[in-house]
């Protein structure tokens, strides 16, 4: 979000809501229940190792007082194959590549063994140090498989991946895919030593198969034990949603699913959804409805109505799926917000229940906060179909197919992959569409009054942003990019995967596409790490805008000592009149500092490795120090200590 200047939230406010309980709603008239839940084991599912959506979450070390204390860090060099094949080792000089016939998870590189269709053996292997001292090392790799034969029972060709003499996991034409996976593998055993992780793919006499790698990882944790089992959990969401508006476009109701994985070893079950809208109502007058819950159980609202338990029909053991379903009404209440409306243009963001997070600190439940965001979820797919009048454009995060319904409506069906959130809006919209330089489509909706200028401004802008910050970060993943445009704003910006509400404005505007990569590609815990996406797409805009941020540091001013730059959205709730000054100004003026310490090259780097190798993951402030500190021989301590960068 980009703020301009607004009324504090009273601390004590926020208190009461967090505290009211009451119990669901009557359903929606129009609503279909879903008639059963499924329990599932998930194919393909290793012994060693659970597919996982991001990368393994990175415990906080504690300050070491032994030689042989860990620093959280990465140990694979080149993961993602961006800057040739060193240190790589490999049977052949085509299996690092970045030629056609496959693509890459992130990045234009990839590692692509064998897809000859005669007997052929291809490998690939580095050798890797994990530190001594660390409690814990995860190794996590991005794998796509595609093959010519048609058998579904027999195993002709094969990729079999190593750590040292160990396999981890064996794979072959039988786990074919559409598209990436990401594979993870405990591999805490092997700390202090150095190893070979290494892939061997082999094919039979005929009929190719393609094992694509990419983003590989390896991760350690620090020399204090995490708490129990800190895999993020409910894993691989799926949504589907289907939903019929009103005239104006203000109201809508029907039914909403979700299908997910616990990727916990702990049994998981109860799942938690987060009503996030419920915070511009009260707990009797709800904007966002919930009833006949499927697959579980409905418990009590909690935290200001914005949290539902829901009691599953099963517990859920590591790997097995489900799915949750339930009536949806949404209610859009009157004003220019990120869920309101302004005229007969309604703006429809947060309002589709999402999955809670759970990791090793427990279930996520934080209040909504009005000054920023306390959005927390794991990548996930959308299908949305919306009914609505003819008369109103609905713009949407993913790709939309619009096709005719009954007299005087269209329906349109939205969908998009490993996006953290999706978000809509309705109205009489004003409408231009052009395409970056690099291909991305964008579209500029715009209200009444703005002129058509403005909008073709916006729309300059867009397509010089979206490619700038691809360039520094990787490609745009999301296909069409839509930003609506209503200078009623109070809140100036706000981001949603595939989808921005701005100003008119080239700075905010800018600064809200960064945010499709720090908060949207590359996820974190908004209220408890604010700065890993407002600092980061701040930093983003000034580079994209051509800023350097010279001597911006000079200016810092702490106002206490318990002001951090790495301070939860519970800080800056009670302290909201620095919390623009801090997050955002102080935040980039941190990031620019430290191009400066490590150089611009290095810096560079830093951030396109970093952002490929939590490509649709989650980052955490101890994983960017680490990558921070692995990027430069300089030791960064007292940096991390003079610009409050804690965790």
Known sequence: MRPTPRKAVAASALTLAALAAVSLPATPATATPERTASVTAAPGTASTGVAATGSAAV???????????????????????????????????????????????????????????????????????????????????????????????????????????????????????TGYVQKSFDVSAFVGQTVSLA??????????SSFVLDDLALNTSGDTVPPADATRTPAAPSYTVSLTSNTAGTVWTGHESATFTNASATALSEVYLRLWDNYHGTCTSMPIAVGNVTGGTAGALSVGCTALQITLASPLTQGQSATIGFDLGITVPSGADRFGYDGAFSFIGNALPLLAVKD????HLDPYTNNGESFYSLAADFKVTLDHPTTLLVPATGSSVDVAGTSGRTVTTATATKVRDFAWAAGPFSKISGTSTAGTPINVYSVTGISS?????????????????????????YGELDAVIDNNFWFGGMEYPGFV??????????????????????????????????????????????KTGTSCWSSVSWASSAEKITNSMAYWDTHSSRYSTVVY??????????????????????????ATSHWYGVSTTA???????????????????????EG
């Open 360 to 363: 090793g600190a427990g279930w």
């Open 199 to 208: 892939f061997t793919g082999t094919e039979d006499s005929s009929l190719q």
């Open 59 to 177: 415990a906080p070390a504690k300050a070491a007082a032994a030689a042989d204390a860990c620093t959280p860090a990465q140990v694979i060099t080149n993961g993602g194959f961006e800057s040739g094949t060193s240190p790589w080792t490999q049977s052949s000089t085509s299996v690092i590549t970045s030629r056609t016939g496959q693509s890459a998870h992130g990045g234009t590189a990839f590692a692509w063994l064998d897809g000859v269709g005669s007997t052929h053996t291809d490998t690939l292997s580095q050798s890797v140090t994990i530190p001594s001292g660390c409690a814990a090392a995860t190794l996590t790799f991005w794998l796509h498989i595609d093959t010519a034969e048609t058998t579904s029972s027999t195993a002709y060709d094969k990729l079999t991946a190593k750590i040292g003499t160990t396999t981890l996991a064996t794979y072959s034409n039988l786990d074919k895919n």
């Open 501 to 546: 509400l701005d100003l008119v404005s080239t700075t905010a505007l800018t600064h809200e596409i960064g945010h499709q990569w720090w908060y949207g590609i590359v996820g974190d815990d908004e209220y408890t790490t604010p700065w890993l996406d407002e600092s980061f797409t701040d930093y983003a805009t000034d580079l994209a805008l051509g």
């Open 453 to 477: 200028a403005n909008a073709q401004s916006m729309l300059t802008t867009a397509k010089t942003a979206v490619d700038a910050h691809a360039a520094r970060f990787g490609a745009y993943p």
């Open 585 to 610: 100004g102080y935040g980039k003026c941190a990031l620019h500092d430290l191009r400066r310490l490590i150089g611009d090259t290095a810096m560079t780097k830093l951030l396109k490795d970093y």
């Open 623 to 645: 994983e960017f120090k680490a990558a921070a500190q692995a990027a430069t021989t300089t030791d960064l301590t007292s940096f991390w200590t003079t610009h409050r960068i």
